[in-house]
């Protein structure tokens, strides 16, 4: 082995090891939710997201200060977990992490809408 080659640790070799069938589909643990003006609800949200449960928002109820205070606030979280966030519509998002992404479950289900 050479100074600089590549080791196999322990979530790589996990992450070959997938398989659907011992985990649930992304779009199977999806969250949909109309949002409200309720930091401490965010934040619970967005543990939800850490856990590996996709995030489906809806902004619509929300005055344009408070939505946008929100969506920066998932946005950034999601790029903190190395996520992604998807535009479903002008006042939707989806946003997961990477991981959630993987089985294409959730492209799956953006396409369908």
Known sequence: MGLFS????EYD???MNLNNT???LAAERLIMEQL???????????????????LVLNF??????A????????TGACCALD????FINDFTYLFARKEEFM???LSEFISQL
Not at 6 to 9: A, F, G, I, S, V
């Open 83 to 86: 996520g992604n966030s998807v």
């Open 22 to 24: 011992q985990q649930s």
């Open 6 to 9: 590549k080791r196999n640790n």
């Open 13 to 15: 070799e996990a992450s």
């Open 60 to 65: 619509e109820k929300l005055n344009r200060q």
């Open 103 to 105: 089985d294409g479950s």
């Open 67 to 74: 939505a946008n205070k929100l969506l920066g606030f998932f």
């Open 36 to 54: 409200v003006d309720d930091d401490e609800h965010a934040l619970e949200l967005v543990h939800k997201l850490r856990d590996g449960y996709p």
